[in-house]
């Protein structure tokens, strides 16, 4: 990697090299059998090259040929595309507990028999269709720089999820546990997950109208994902996003703090640089519902004449850095789920949402599939609906938050509590 | 390179072994609004290690060639760590063993070009798409794609196949007061760069439709009689129909098994739907699937009766199904699992008018916005639409999500036009990504669908 750093520095002005690499190991339990147990070892390296103002990009997986890969990052250059920032520093960012060496130690074997115990469970109190997952992984990321930078960080991590089907769909209840080490799904959680399912077998036929909706962690990306799109530095930059001239301003409940925490160790891929070795910081998006803060890459900063934020991430070695929120919390409430359901009175419960990437996510709109959508009647599940939607705009919306679960649960896009929300149009068959 | 991969094979300790070897050429250039944000030109490569013991079958994916030996020995653990577990141990089913070489025939080699003629193309239909004040901004990017791929099994087999997909895709917003509106524009395909020429009608008429968008009205929610375009009738056929037809996403659910019985009669007899990877000239096209197993056309349903199913050789000789060819990898990085290749509903001889005519009142709605299944139920968008007032098409309307029930709404499909039109981009991402997956339909009446709205 120091060659690769000398040889590209003898050719442009700025380098940059990030480098990954992922073991990892996955089981797969369907109706309640093993179906797959998967492994793969992936590792790769991007480049970065800046000189006469212009960036060069290039990637491989193998760096056999290192002169190669520079040339590549050289020819994509003459493209032009305009950018000239800083480098990050050299810097030593706080150090992080991100790796817990057990995770070497979790076998394959010894995830089947994990997730084999939680289908057996399942599977004893209910007659949904079991799934459950688990997978573990090990990672390295490296960034140096031509400015000195060079820092490493190794993280394991665990990821469980159980869901309990309904059937002939794959809407579901169910659960996922997130940790950079091994943790058991509990009983309590299991069961509840049961007696939810349970609770909600009839298929129930409600009218359409507006209702109280209690969105599950589980679903809550439909929201989040239009106010991680609209506090991005891009669309700041670009002027399309509807907060951009609203910093300061409450756009949302002051029941509702967003936050950004890349420094908590508990959770993997807890960072204290970015892929670009920004320092990493937790910061507030939403605090109390008053916009509080945009995020970036470097590049972007550059544009907007700020300082970045350390949110710059690439998905993959053959993506450039852009900005991502990759460590994302909603501050949690005070209620149980039974609590919320009490509160909820007569309503819907978003267990899942089905095509949250479909609508003009930019303006705030959502228009989602329940999947599974769950009646409450009288503060209690009462059962299940089919063929219903939920939709509306989450700067209309979202200032009608009534109360947030107590739990925080790993979920797509980051750890949310339940939320729940008064006055949505649901509509539904009939 | 297949006598490493045959030498790596021949030290598996197993029942069948397959490996897939992986080139990954990608050119990738990116604007948003008028400045261009990235440009690069790179490769990547890697191996998919597939090994069969004692009933199991495990993969194992990996990018570095001296990780080999301890990839073979964790797939091998791997699978018989499954294959102890499982009640009925994995079969493959028969298959021919293969030798052959597969180019794809190309009107204008991508590779052949240089990168500076690709940019100048993208400007310019950027260029295009922002000529109007009210565009806020645009996010166009070029993509071309080649799989180089190598596969051999202990079977025997060794097949070299390449994959070229071109496109240019991305969205241009506009903005008026508090509003943005945002919409697709896509062009592209698997034979040739020439799919991506004098395209400056279809920027122009998307820019005229983000345009229009502004002052359209959201869909009031409910449920409605309604007429779909060719874009979201392929939607339609590919997440809430195609989906189903794959063996893997229903062989563990009992109901689901029993509702897609072959010879279920699920929907009108108007319906008639076909995968055909083999078709020329359409995105989804290949000739051999990433267990090396010819792709072959595959009925799915004919006369509203469910006659077909898509395999992998695993699927197929559980369900004691013919094979079909349908197992296709994103790349390197994934295991195979069971992919549509180009699912479509067949034409009829009917015409579009006629069946807004038998629409009478409700909604003609266009242009799909992605999709998404759960089983049985389905949702999906549409960017935009119109009211139909007997028959003639009024009032433009924006927010549009349906959703629905396959089986109900298969029966509710009552009009199949004669106007067949299958995607030029495509894109499922069943767990890995499969840009090819090439979809489309004809124009279809449905009696009724629920659509989200406020």
């Not at chain 2, 791929?149 to 997909?165: A, I, N, P, Q």
Request: proline residues 3%; glycine residues 10%; negative net charge.
């Amino acid at each position: 990697m120091e060659r690769l750093l000398e040889i590209a520095s003898r050719k442009a002005d700025k380098v940059e090299i990030y480098s990954r690499s992922d073991v990892a190991d996955g089981v797969r339990f369907e109706n309640g059998r093993l179906k797959d147990v998967e492994s793969s070892m992936l590792s790769g390296i991007g480049l970065t090259l800046m000189k006469d103002g212009r960036l060069g990009t290039a990637y491989t997986r193998n760096l056999i040929d290192r002169e190669a890969l520079v040339e590549s990052a050289l020819a994509a250059l003459t493209g032009g595309v305009e950018a000239d920032y800083d480098l990050s520093p050299a810097a030593s960012p706080a150090g992080l507990d991100a790796w817990d060496p057990k995770i070497e130690e979790l076998t394959t074997a010894a995830m089947v028999e994990e997730c084999g115990r939680q289908a057996a469970h399942l599977g004893s109190c209910t007659k949904g269709q079991v799934n459950v997952s688990a997978a573990r992984g090990i990672s390295t990321t490296r960034v140096l720089n031509s400015e000195g930078f060079d820092q490493t960080v190794e993280g394991s991590s665990y990821q469980g999820y159980f869901a309990i089907h309904y059937p002939g769909s794959y809407a579901s209840i169910h659960r996922a546990v997130s940790a950079k080490s091994f943790i058991a799904a509990s009983r309590e959680d299991l069961d509840e997950a049961a007696d939810v399912f349970n609770a909600s077998e009839k298929e129930l036929r409600p009218r359409s109208g507006r209702t109280r909706a209690l969105f599950l962690p589980g679903a809550m990306y439909a929201l989040v994902w239009r106010l991680a799109a609209a506090t991005t530095g891009r669309t700041v930059y670009e002027k399309v996003s509807p907060l951009r001239e609203r910093m300061g301003e409450q756009v949302a409940s002051s029941l509702l703090t967003l936050t950004d925490a890349p420094l908590d160790d508990s959770q993997p891929e807890a960072r204290s640089f970015d892929d670009e070795g920004t320092t990493c910081r937790d910061k507030r998006i939403l605090d109390e519902g008053v916009l509080r803060g945009f995020y970036t890459d470097r590049y972007y900063a550059d544009k907007l004449d700020v300082q970045p934020s350390g949110n710059g991430y690439r998905s993959d070695i053959t993506a450039r850095p852009a900005p991502s929120l990759e460590h994302l919390r909603i501050e949690p409430g005070e209620l149980s789920f039974t609590e919320l359901l009490r509160e909820l009175k007569e309503g819907v419960v978003v267990g899942g949402a089905l095509g949250a990437h479909s609508g003009n996510i930019l303006n705030g709109d959502y228009s989602i599939g329940l999947s599974p959508g769950l009646w409450v009647e009288n503060g209690e599940i009462a059962g299940h609906v089919k063929d219903s939607m939920i939709a509306g705009n989450v700067y209309e919306d979202l200032h009608r938050v009534v109360a947030l679960g107590s739990r925080l649960e790993p979920a797509s896009m980051g750890r949310f509590p339940a939320l729940l929300l008064d006055d949505l149009s649901f509509s539904t068959r009939g | 390179m297949f006598e490493e991969l045959e030498k790596l094979l021949s030290g598996a300790d197993a029942d069948y072994a397959d490996i897939r070897y992986e080139v990954k050429r990608e050119t990738s250039i990116a604007f948003s609004g008028r400045e261009l944000t990235g440009l690069s030109s790179s490769s990547a490569d890697g191996c998919v290690l597939r090994v069969l013991k004692s009933g199991g079958l495990a993969s194992v994916a990996f990018t570095r060639l001296e990780d080999a030996a301890r990839a073979l020995a964790a797939a091998t653990a791997n699978a018989e760590l499954i294959g102890a577990r499982l009640d009925e141990p994995v079969r493959l089913a028969k298959a021919d063993v293969v030798e052959d070489e597969v180019r794809p025939a190309l009107e204008e080699d991508p590779r052949e070009r240089t990168v500076e003629e690709k940019l100048e193309l993208l400007r310019g239909y950027n260029e295009i798409a922002h000529d109007h004040p009210k565009v806020a901004t645009t996010s166009l990017g070029y993509t071309d794609l080649v799989r180089e791929k190598h596969f051999c099994s202990t079977e025997g087999s060794r097949v070299r196949e390449d994959l070229v997909t071109v496109r240019i895709a991305g969205g241009i917003t506009t903005h008026e007061g508090g509003l943005t509106q945002t919409v697709r524009v896509g062009m592209g395909g698997s034979d040739g760069m020439w799919r991506l020429r004098g395209r400056e009608e279809l920027v122009e008429e998307r820019r005229k439709l983000a345009l229009d968008l502004l002052k359209a009205e959201p869909v009031k929610g409910g449920a409605y009689k309604v007429v779909l375009d060719q874009r979201l009738g392929g939607v339609f056929t590919h997440e809430a129909f195609g989906h189903f037809s794959e063996a893997d996403l229903i062989e563990d659910s009992p109901s689901m098994r029993e509702k897609m019985a072959l010879g279920a009669k699920l929907g009108g007899d108007v319906l008639c739907i076909k995968d055909d990877p083999t078709l020329p000239h359409q995105l989804g096209r290949y000739r051999y699937d990433d267990e090396g197993v010819a792709a072959r056309p595959v009925q799915l349903m004919k006369n509203g009766v469910l006659v077909g199913r898509l395999h992998s050789r695993r699927t197929a000789a559980a369900f004691s199904e013919p094979l079909t060819g349908h197992c296709i990898a994103e790349d390197y990085r994934y295991a195979p699992i069971i992919r549509m290749g180009a699912i479509f509903i067949e034409p009829t001889e009917e015409t579009f008018e006629s069946l807004l005519e038998r629409l009478g009142d409700g909604l003609y709605l266009k242009n799909h916005m992605g999709g998404q299944t759960s089983g049985e139920n389905f949702t999906f968008g549409a960017q935009y639409g119109f009211e139909v007032r007997g028959g003639k098409p009024g009032k433009m309307i924006r927010d549009i999500n349906i959703s629905g029930n396959l089986y109900s709404t298969m029966k509710s499909i009552s009009g199949v036009a004669d106007d067949l039109k299958l995607g030029e981009i495509g894109g499922c991402g069943k767990g890995q990504m499969n840009v090819r997956s090439c979809y489309g339909s004809p124009h279809l009446l449905i009696d009724g669908v629920v659509i989200g709205g406020r």
